[in-house]
């Protein structure tokens, strides 16, 4: 049987085993087993060999451990007064912008990216707090939902992110590498975000309504103190990666402690909220790590029927350009996104598009960052776009108008795409600088 044979009966299967209702792991589990034994005729004692063979050895990556710690972190901030204290930080610094407190949005969803490493955790947790504020104060209802949905992504460009551990891990590449790689892009994104912002509050000023006071340089002090315990967590997690103190595992447990005693100092650390931080950080992990591993077999089982290479084989005999292969992956990644969640569509695409993209000569780091940027995207986007979701829980409104108001925002990350395309070295400079010189 050819591989695009092969393929279709693939796609076909996952259609039928997660449209029929059942858990995405076990839906996986079952797609692979139906390729070897239906497809390839492997006997099931053999299937059961490389079965048991492949989640043990995926289970136990060491790079695997950090999900549920950072995890964990974005739990107790997310319960705690974090987020408060973001909030009433950035607002003295973004008053006189153009689109004013438009722009915590932006910036409170960066900050916070940069130690949940989940775009939902991102989109919820400064979403309670922005939502209520602006729409109350009578910000334009469209670009304070819109811009919590643009921004609420960066929790997956933003390092540390869950995607790109779950992308280094079946890739084999450096986490630390894509870590260092996204966060330039992630700025480029949130620049993007708040340069339109700032033009719409140029063009009409009605977005934002009057200034209530004069800027007072008393309020930077306290402002600045509310920043502090969120800078500092930032500053643990990924000043001991970039610095190669620690692995991005080593991290993410120095980060949970650094969280739990920065709860403790600001007095907000209950047996509650240390409770239901464990459990929801212990659902979380149990589901995004189930779906690794069963992906991994689902991986070996494509790998046995050679489709990812005869797949690599055939496009490549197409003789697309790079940029025309980029090209056709971001349509295919677009169109996987209306169906389908981020870490699914990593683990489903990587054993067919990563080969493509090494033979066409991109480099496995910037492909990644391309990967998690078509992912954001698929975040804003109807009908499965999470990111809508947890803001139709915050406002009450229809999905229609949340990914109406998210549209812009959805062009704009698109344009960051078509950069790092052009430019790969908005991605590549920053690991290239700081390991170079080691």
């Known amino acids: 049987m050819d591989a695009l044979t092969i393929g279709m009966i693939t796609i076909a299967l996952i259609g039928v085993f997660l449209g ?15 390729i070897l034994v239906f497809v390839l005729g492997f006997p ?12 043990w050895r995926a289970s136990n990556s060491w790079e695997i451990a950090s999900i549920p710690m950072f995890i964990f972190m974005g739990e107790m901030i997310y319960r705690s007064d974090m987020s408060d204290r973001i909030f009433r930080g950035l607002a003295v610094f973004v008053e006189h912008l153009p689109g004013r407190l438009l722009h915590t949005n932006i910036a409170g969803c960066t900050l916070f990216a940069a130690v949940s490493g989940s775009s939902a955790a991102t989109t919820a947790t400064i979403g309670k707090i922005t939502t209520r504020t602006l729409l109350g104060r009578g910000y334009h209802s469209g670009l304070a939902v819109g811009s919590l949905a643009g921004a609420g992504s960066l929790g997956l460009l933003i390092p540390p992110s869950i995607v790109m551990i779950i992308y280094g891990v079946l890739a084999e590449v450096s986490i630390a590498r894509l870590f260092a790689a996204g966060l330039l892009p992630g700025l480029l994104v949130a620049f993007l975000y708040s340069s339109y912002i700032g033009i719409r509050g140029v063009m009409s000023e009605e977005i934002a309504p009057s200034r209530g006071k004069e800027f007072d340089m008393h309020e930077i002090g306290p402002a600045f103190l509310d920043l502090v315990p969120i800078m500092f967590l930032i500053a643990v997690v990924l000043g001991g990666i970039y610095t190669g103190v620690t692995t991005p595992s080593e991290a993410a447990a ?18 509650e909220i240390f409770w239901n931080s464990l459990m929801s950080a212990i659902a979380v992990s149990a589901m995004v790590v189930s779906i690794v591993v069963s992906a991994a077999f689902l991986s070996t089982a494509m790998g046995y029927s050679h489709v990812p290479r005869n797949l690599a084989l055939l496009i490549a005999s197409w003789e697309l ?5 980029i090209a056709v992956l ?6 996987l996104g209306l169906f389908l969640d981020g870490i699914s569509i990593t683990v489903m695409s990587l054993p067919i598009t990563l080969p493509l993209a090494l033979q066409a000569g991109w480099d496995p780091i910037w492909f990644g960052i391309f990967l998690v940027i078509m992912i954001e995207l698929a975040q804003i986007t109807p009908p499965v ?15 229609g108008r949340i990914a109406a108001a998210a549209a812009p925002f959805f062009l704009l990350m698109c344009l960051a795409a078509v950069f790092i395309v052009i430019w790969p070295e908005i991605a590549l400079w920053l690991p290239g600088q700081i390991w170079q010189s080691r």
């Open 321 to 325: 350009t790079p940029f025309a292969l």
């Open 330 to 335: 971001a349509i295919f990644y677009l169109v």
């Open 385 to 399: 776009g999470f990111n809508l979701f947890v803001i139709q829980g915050l406002t009450g409104w229809n999905i």
């Open 44 to 55: 099931l004692d053999r299937v059961g060999f490389i079965m048991k063979g492949i989640l």
């Open 254 to 271: 120095v980060g949970v402690v650094a969280t739990i005693v920065v709860t403790l100092l600001l007095r907000r650390l209950t047996f």
């Open 20 to 34: 029929s209702g059942v858990w995405i792991f076990a839906g996986l589990l079952l797609v692979g087993v139906s």
